[in-house]
């Protein structure tokens, strides 16, 4: 993790992960303007682009809630919307990964953490807990614990 990259605003970072900065060209300064790209729909790559290297499809699609099928399908066309679920499903988890390798140091040590059960999470994985809102608060309240060194 280059300290330049960490040193991006939330929003931005995320942004520049799914390769969606363009859609923002009155600025990312609002959480408004999230909202309505959101809204409108992320291009279906910037779920492709989600997908952390060294982390497993398939353990990443029920985070998104679509099969391979659907992946299949999706991938054949990068440049159609996903739907606002989908969008902000694919930008919550690129938020909380992002944040993970801050606090982590590290684009490995992050995708490592979200695959191995924590004790924190009642011996859950994080990745697996983050197809619900609770569970991906859960996940972020536990990043935000270990951001300040409180692990249990």
Not at 13 to 40: M, N, P, Q
Not at 98 to 103: F, G, L, R, S, Y
Not at 140 to 149: L, S
Request: no cysteine; proline share 6%; aromatic share 6%.
């Amino acid at each position: 993790m280059t300290t330049q990259a960490a040193d991006l605003p939330a929003e931005h970072r995320v942004a520049k992960i799914l390769g969606v900065v363009r859609l923002f060209k009155g600025g990312l300064g609002s959480a408004v303007a999230v909202h309505e790209a959101l809204h409108t729909g992320l291009p279906r790559r910037a779920l492709f682009r989600a997908i952390p290297d060294g982390m497993p499809v398939l353990s990443v699609l029920p985070v998104f809630g679509i099969s391979v099928r659907t992946f299949m399908r999706l991938k054949s066309e990068p440049d159609k919307l996903l739907d606002a679920e989908q969008s902000g499903r694919v930008w919550q988890f690129a938020e909380l990964f992002a944040k993970a390798e801050d606090v982590l140091g590290s684009h490995q040590r992050a995708v490592d953490w979200m695959m191995t059960p924590a004790m924190a999470l009642e011996n859950r994985r994080p990745i697996d807990l983050l197809t619900t809102p609770v569970g991906a608060q859960l996940v972020d309240d536990v990043i935000e614990r270990m951001r300040y060194g409180v692990y249990q």
